[in-house]
């Protein structure tokens, strides 16, 4: 089964920005779909955004306008670009895809204060 490494997460003023990125042990991401989710203390898991293999981008409301997803032509690796960053951004910030089952990354810490 494919693992998923997601990194670039971390400390971050509000108003900043980070980049997240996903990569998979498979080198290339052979799937229909990679997404974004977040998970905040004492929250559910919530989609944030994905992408499909055609490159249709779908954002949840709250990322919408702030945070972009992109992926490399080779699809090696898929970003999350997040811009204007608020305090309730703070969460851990997880890669998904689903490939025979789902696969989920271990997740990058994202903390967003002054």
């Known amino acids: 089964q494919a693992h998923l490494v997601e990194s670039g997460g971390g400390l971050v003023q509000p108003g900043g920005s980070l980049r997240l990125a996903c990569t998979t042990s498979?080198?290339?991401?052979?799937?229909?779909?990679v997404s974004w989710y977040r998970q905040a203390p004492g929250q559910q898991r919530e989609l944030v955004a994905h992408i499909s293999d055609a490159g249709t981008k779908t954002y949840a409301p709250s990322a919408r306008g702030r945070f972009t997803i992109s992926r490399d032509n080779a699809k090696t690796t898929v970003w999350l670009q997040m811009d204007n960053l608020k305090p309730e951004d703070t969460a851990v910030y997880y890669c998904r895809t689903v490939k025979a089952a789902i696969i989920w990354g271990q997740g990058t810490q994202v903390t967003v204060s002054a």
């Open positions: 498979e080198g290339v991401f052979d799937v229909s779909l």
